[in-house]
């Protein structure tokens, strides 16, 4: 099996990246669609309005925002239709996950990664 990787949009795409997902319900600031080299957008994983205001990327809301996300993610049948694909596509080579939040580490797309390696 490959490898499964989180990566900020901004960042240069990598010759090892693979799969490329964009997994933010909004489209990125200052990136344009033509140049972002994503293969899919899977905005339908991400976490709700209310959800991703209430956490304001806020660190000490870290673990109550995963658990709540996590919640979204087990009652949504997209996320587990995106569950699937992506265990499909880590066969075939890297996946990663393209997200736009500056803290490389307390953001959604963490929390995404950890559920889909369970």
């Not at 490959?2 to 933010?24: M, P, Q, S």
């Not at 899919?40 to 959800?51: D, G, N, Q």
């Not at 991703?52 to 009652?75: C, M, N, T």
């Amino acid at each position: 099996m490959h490898e499964l990787r989180c990566r900020r949009i901004y960042v240069t795409a990598g010759d090892d990246d693979g799969f490329r997902v964009l997994v933010d319900r909004l489209w990125p600031r200052g990136v344009k669609k033509d140049s972002a080299q994503i293969d899919h957008w899977a905005k339908e994983v991400a976490p709700s309005t209310e959800l991703r205001k209430w956490f304001g990327h806020a660190p000490e809301k870290y673990a109550e925002f995963s658990a709540l996300y996590v919640a979204e993610l087990e009652r949504n049948p997209d996320a587990k239709a995106f569950r699937i694909e992506i265990r499909e596509r880590l066969n075939e080579g890297n996946v990663t996950l393209l997200y736009a939040a500056k803290d490389e580490t307390c953001n959604h797309a963490a929390v995404l990664k950890s559920w889909l390696e369970v």
